[in-house]
Nanobody, 117 residues
């Protein structure tokens, strides 16, 4: 059974930083693309960043240079370091797994990030 548990969201002032973590169980990181998505109120869910099993990363243009995705294979965890946060980064952030060896996609429950003064 695949399970993704996000943590690290909260309230931060503009210009501040946060780190999100996603602990994954039931998947082999060596065969899984992991990603962070976000959904702001009234908007569609969008890709923030992803990291393939090869380590290749992809970022949305809106977060390039500010966010960094990384994985800890030993802990089956991915992290999203967010810096220079802006009010428009406010959203519910979701972790997603695409395990090649299992097929399909799996989502975490989401964690709220609010950027406000």
């Amino acid at each position: 059974q695949v399970q993704l548990v996000e943590s690290g969201g909260g309230l931060v002032q503009p210009g501040g930083s946060l780190r999100l973590s996603c602990a994954a169980s039931g998947v082999a990181f060596s065969m899984t693309t992991m990603g962070w998505y976000r959904q702001a109120s009234g908007k569609q869910r969008e890709l923030v960043a992803s990291i393939a099993s090869t380590g290749t990363t992809v970022y949305a243009d809106s977060v390039k240079g500010r966010f960094t995705i990384a994985r800890d294979v030993a802990k089956n965890t991915i992290n999203l370091r967010m810096g220079s946060l802006k009010p428009e980064d406010t959203a519910v952030y979701y972790c997603k797994a695409n395990p090649v060896h299992l097929g399909g996609e799996y989502w975490g429950q989401g964690t709220q990030v609010t950027v406000s003064s």
